[in-house]
């Protein structure tokens, strides 16, 4: 009975420990949220005074409650760097986020493989940089250059065997500017430019072999026949 009434008043000792507030109102010391229909455990970790220090760990909402993320916080630069879990523990991707928002690297992994499938460079929570995705042997297939998370600068996209597809330029997130496109035997299978996401002027297209050149300014034009007026018929 001494036994029980110890334990009960440790257990409500520890209980105390929890979830606290500082006389201002801010979180402080070790908190554990709960998911809030199933009451699981939904995230745990400690505050300082209303702002998170060291490892924090969140949960998915089942049974096993398997460990899908984890922060750490680094109080000199407001910055934590976020693991993403899969539920059979595989790494998903991983990065640093500075006031919510990502920042520097990031990488994103192959489904349940410890192998690299894109590499991305945040400035503000925005796309800069050179972003690569790899195949899982290891082998470029895309390079694509982009300015505030949108596609501005070359662009190549790789097959395999290294033979390069695909050379291209963008700007605003549209093609401008030189393209080439590679048959997967490494031919030119079109070559031109564009302009504001169009083909424009004389491109050089593959046909039966043969490089022919075809004006694109005049695709898609359509004759059309003129009718006169109803009030003249």
Not at 5 to 31: A, M, P, R
Not at 114 to 120: G, S, V, Y
Not at 170 to 189: C, H, L, P, V
Request: charged share 30%; with cysteine; proline share 2%.
């Amino acid at each position: 009975m001494r036994y029980l009434l110890l334990l009960l008043l440790c257990n409500l000792t520890f209980g105390q420990e929890i979830n606290k507030l500082d006389e201002n109102g801010k979180k402080h010391g070790l908190w554990k949220g709960v998911h809030e229909e199933s009451k699981r455990p939904r995230y745990e970790g400690t505050f300082e005074h209303g702002k998170e220090v060291g490892m924090f760990k969140f949960f998915d909402d089942t049974k096993a409650g398997t460990v899908i993320a984890t922060r750490e916080f680094n109080p000199k630069d407001n910055s934590c760097y976020t693991i993403f879990y899969n539920q059979k523990k595989n790494k998903v991707s991983e990065g640093k986020v500075v006031n919510k928002q990502f920042e520097g690297e990031w990488k994103y992994y192959h489904e349940d493989l410890p192998l690299i499938m894109t590499l991305e460079f945040y400035s503000n929570g925005k796309l800069n940089g050179v972003r690569k995705v790899f195949y899982k042997s290891g082998e470029l297939a895309e390079e694509t250059n982009y300015k505030d998370g949108i596609k501005d600068g070359v662009s190549k996209i790789y097959l395999e065997n290294g033979v390069v597809v695909e050379e291209s330029i963008y700007k605003n997130g549209e093609y401008d500017g030189k393209a080439i496109f590679r048959t997967s035997d490494n031919q030119i299978a079109s070559e031109g430019v564009f302009k504001n996401g169009k083909k424009v002027g004389i491109w050089k297209v593959l046909e039966k072999g043969k490089l022919k050149d075809v004006n694109m300014n005049k695709q898609g034009k359509k004759f059309q026949k003129r009718v006169k007026p109803l009030e003249q018929q």
